[in-house]
């Protein structure tokens, strides 16, 4: 059983760029969920895609988008970065409908804006 | 809103000693609990879980029991080694299909010395 990646590992922009971030789900998964971890901080929910289609969203700006595609793999996408948004991302993936709701997560990537 | 409040840390504990984390959460329904651990550099990683009020999730000799009358979800181990040295979260999810987030406490830095 596959689990859950992240690609980039690391990943330095400066502020007002537009970043893409990447996440492979667990095998037989077909749910994304991503998270913005600031230092020291516990992981605020960014959104969650099922089917392809966004299926709720946290309190984060509409700079903040994604993607899931047909294997179920994820894309986040943070455009006109600002300084705040330095974080660790983290994706994870879950069996929608399943009961108990476990979501695994990824190794993360870390982004830092200056 | 749906949050979760942790002990506050970082908690110092010598190696065999018994640790408690206390989590209490306040949800407006029935939320599966969930403990996940981080460590150093590294993504989450779902620790126990339970889904119903007076279930105890179980793992690697960490323990906790579901208590909708405090709404509490306390982490326990009776012998703690050097190797649980990680930070412990505290999360919860509605059981409402279709926007499973994770909603996190703020996490609780643990230490064990040898």
């Known amino acids: 059983e596959t689990g859950v990646t992240q690609s980039p590992t690391h990943l330095i922009k400066t502020r007002g760029q537009q970043v893409t971030l990447r996440c492979s789900s667990q095998?037989?998964?077909?749910?994304v969920s991503w998270y913005q971890q600031a230092l020291g901080q516990g992981p605020q929910f960014i959104f969650q895609y099922y089917r392809e289609e966004e299926n709720g969203r946290g309190n984060f700006p509409p700079r903040f988008s994604g993607l899931q595609f047909p294997n179920y793999s994820s894309e986040l996408n943070v455009n006109a970065l600002e300084l705040d948004d330095s974080a660790l991302y983290l994706c994870?993936?879950?069996?929608?409908?399943?009961?108990?709701?476990?979501?695994?997560f990824g190794p993360g990537t870390r982004l830092t804006v200056t | 809103g749906d949050s979760v409040t942790q002990m506050e840390g970082p908690v110092t504990l010598s190696e065999e000693a018994f640790l408690t984390i206390n989590c209490t959460y306040t949800?407006?329904?029935?939320?599966?609990l969930f403990w996940y651990v981080q460590y150093p550099g590294e993504g989450l990683q779902l620790l126990l879980k339970?889904?119903?009020?007076?279930d105890k999730g179980s793992n690697k000799g960490f323990e906790a029991t579901y208590r909708k009358e405090t709404t509490s979800f306390h982490l326990e181990k009776g012998s703690v080694q050097v190797s649980d040295s990680a930070v412990y979260f505290c999360?919860?999810?509605?059981?409402?299909?279709?926007?499973?987030?994770?909603?996190f406490g703020t996490g609780t830095r643990l230490t064990i010395i040898p």
């Open positions: 994870a993936s879950s069996l929608a409908g399943r009961g108990g709701y476990e979501q695994y």
């Open positions: 339970a889904t119903k009020a007076d």
């Open positions: 095998s037989g998964h077909n749910t």
């Open positions: 949800a407006t329904g029935y939320p599966s």
């Open positions: 999360a919860l999810i509605l059981s409402n299909f279709g926007n499973e987030k994770l909603t």
